[in-house]
């Protein structure tokens, strides 16, 4: 199962509150500010950042999710749709959470950050379609210009920003929203732990 690029977070949960499946923004926004790629129980931390930060603590009866939150400077909306499926499977979604940001200040994020690191409008329009999920030929035949020219500005956006990798330059971007990839749909382990906080890298 895939989404096409976007720069939104997707989660199909259980009827318990358990993961299912994710997209990668999903990670980045909700463990924002620390770093994605530093969480080594991706699925365990989703779960409690779901408990911690997705549910509406305050509504009586029944589960509810927050209407909107924030991550780092960003807004982002919350929007939830119950699913039901029909036949005998092992995991039975629940709930489809989608995270969508507040699209009036993406631009300004990325000239924000832009500016920040010192990039140059080429850069910036390269790093922008990057954190979308696109690949190097996709981004080249977007900016009209070659793979090996979007590699030369990507290294040059990476010794700006001080990273060594692109999920690094997406890294820089968590908390505006980063882009994305695939939902990844990944079976639930048995007994999630659901206030276990072990999650960061010692």
Avoid: W
Wanted: aromatic share 6%.
């Amino acid at each position: 199962m895939s989404l096409v690029p976007s720069s939104n977070g997707f989660l199909l949960l259980d009827a318990g509150l358990n993961l299912i499946g994710s997209n990668d923004p999903t990670l980045q926004i909700l463990c924002f500010p620390n770093e994605a790629n530093r969480i080594n129980q991706p699925k365990l931390y989703l779960a409690d950042r779901v408990r911690t930060t997705l549910l509406d603590h305050r509504h009586q009866g029944g589960t509810a999710f927050v209407k909107e939150f924030k991550s780092g400077k960003r807004r982002y909306i919350c929007k939830v749709s119950q699913v039901e499926c029909s036949g005998n499977y092992s995991v039975q979604p629940a709930f489809a959470v989608l995270l969508e940001r507040d699209r009036a200040s993406s631009r300004s994020a990325l000239a924000e950050i832009s500016a920040q690191f010192g990039l140059t409008q080429r850069e910036g329009e390269a790093v922008e379609f990057l954190v979308q999920g696109l690949t190097t030929k996709e981004i080249a035949t977007r900016m009209k210009i070659s793979p090996n020219t979007v590699k030369a500005f990507v290294r040059l956006v990476m010794v700006k920003m001080k990273v060594s990798t692109r999920s690094g330059i997406a890294g820089k971007f968590a908390g505006s929203g980063a882009g994305c990839s695939h939902v990844i749909v990944q079976p639930i382990e048995a007994g999630v732990v659901h206030h276990r906080r072990e999650y960061l890298e010692a």
